[in-house]
């Protein structure tokens, strides 16, 4: 029996556990990171925001002229069944399109069929419980995030050596995780996640080269619900240190503290009660029927 | 008998045949484009430059903290092997190093065991024969290439978004292939290529944000040798639509000439004697055994 409980994947059309799954060294979506993706994530077996991570995928595939013969329906069942097969509870749920390969000889993107993968694996934390409750200490980066001049950042995409390098600058300076910046050193996003500053009852968040997060949405959702003001323009980094508190949102664990940014405490230097109330309202919505779907593991 | 003939691989240690050369969904030189590699190549059973692109190679492993238990020599001999095992003697052949995988439930790329691969498949053209004679219509891009302050271009990389939109830009601009531009303009590099202007006896070529190619340093040396001047400096995109001759260079073809763009000819509107003699001498130098080792194919 193929043991799938570290994860399954769905890889040429067939479900095969998470050791298995291997694309061609060949495939443009390595070679060229000509690959579009998005992740859903499964909390106490019912996936969250599914709708709208799927529409997210097929909006960025459209805009990398790219197309698979699976409609929004197909993936989602695609992605149940990634689920189902690993049994897990608690779930990572990455989907991916890769440009796929050429015709021989040719180096034509047009002449390329388009690749579809995707995977279910344990879910995965940016910060670890106690770091949630703690805080992160986090580094403005010297490395800019590569401009939407370069790549369309609403494209969910690879394209990460800015944010890996801004983590090896973070780890030597003593932080945690880091922010890359803009040519005027605005803040525009870390290593999977979004930022947002909060001062009264303002958050600020910045707009220009950021993804568009599901987490960053849901959040906007809840602070319109809750009575605060979000304002989307440039966040300057001394905004975010001198800010009443800081907090990041992912996918990849939801919303979590900034206690510190460059060695120097934000606001009390602890998890301040907005990003607590956040916390907990976001985890709330992970029993609301209206953005979750219980998955059937029989 | 696993069949070799349309490439091979150094996977895991082993060779295998190009069609089951894979890597992990997860590792991320894959999730994150977290990879450097290179490329050299084999012309009539020969090596040409090869310690250039292991030089190269290892210095840009070294700047994205990366490290494998293979000395340059030990990268000669993978290479020579994957080769050999082709029986391949006009060949295309890759190196890559990428982050690997971390601990479980870590992002931390530190925790991760980096990884070597290897290929050598039939040689690939960025022009085909008729159009290293005739010709390719390039178009200027609106696409920006990804600036050096996002990510080291020094270090070979995969972040070609911005190129494979520019290609597609360019089809449709009824173009060939696409150079991208700076900020203000100026041309900066394209598709697996670099690009040169020739004004009398002075050639220009691009020096910011540029890969440094093992083929630009090739023409830059011959320039030399034959008594033209080279300039490297912005190259705006009026200057090398007025030049009396345009050319590209890559491991994928050598020297390739550019004699349209963006629908205007440049020059005479067909391949120009210093583009020609510049062809001439790069195969040439296929045969110098300063720059090739002949491989032992037995």
Same mark, same amino acid.
């Given at each position: 029996?193929? #043991?799938?409980?570290?994860?399954?994947?769905? %890889? #040429?059309?067939?479900? %095969? +556990? *998470?050791?298995?799954?291997? *694309? =061609?060294?060949? #495939?443009?979506?390595f070679l060229h990171s000509d690959a579009t993706y998005d992740v859903a994530h499964v909390w106490k077996g019912k996936f969250f925001r599914l709708d709208d991570h799927v529409e997210r995928f097929l909006s960025g595939m459209g805009k990398l002229h790219m =197309? *698979? +013969?699976h409609s929004h329906d197909d993936l989602r069942s695609i992605l149940v069944d990634c689920v189902r097969a690993s049994g897990l509870r608690e779930a990572y749920v990455e989907m991916v399109c890769t440009r796929g390969f050429p015709k021989p000889g040719s180096r034509d993107p047009r002449t390329c069929t388009n690749q579809f993968f995707a995977f279910a694996i344990p879910f995965v934390w940016i910060a670890n419980p106690q770091k949630q409750t703690e805080g992160l200490h986090l580094i403005v980066s010297r490395w800019q995030r590569i401009p939407p001049e370069s790549v369309d950042p609403t494209v969910k995409n690879y394209h990460w050596l800015d944010m890996v390098m801004g983590l090896f600058e973070a780890y030597d300076r003593g932080g945690e995780t880091t922010v890359v910046v803009d040519t005027r050193g605005n803040l525009v996003e870390g290593p999977g996640f979004n930022i947002f500053a909060v001062k009264g009852r303002t958050f600020t968040t910045p707009v220009r080269g950021v993804l568009e997060g599901i987490t960053r949405r849901t959040v906007i959702e809840m602070a319109s619900e809750y009575g605060y003001e979000v304002v989307q323009r440039n966040l300057p980094a001394e905004e975010a240190r001198t800010a009443d508190e800081v907090f990041v949102t992912s996918t990849a664990g939801g919303i979590m503290p900034i206690t510190k940014i460059d060695g120097r405490a934000i606001g009390s230097g602890t998890r301040g009660p907005v990003t607590q109330e956040l916390q907990k309202g976001y985890w709330a919505l992970h029993e609301d029927p209206h953005h979750t779907f219980k998955i059937d593991y029989e």
């Open positions: 029996m193929p #043991d799938f409980s570290r994860g399954a994947a769905y %890889v #040429d059309g067939q479900l %095969v +556990p *998470i050791a298995e799954a291997k *694309i =061609s060294l060949l #495939d443009w979506g =197309s *698979i +013969p």
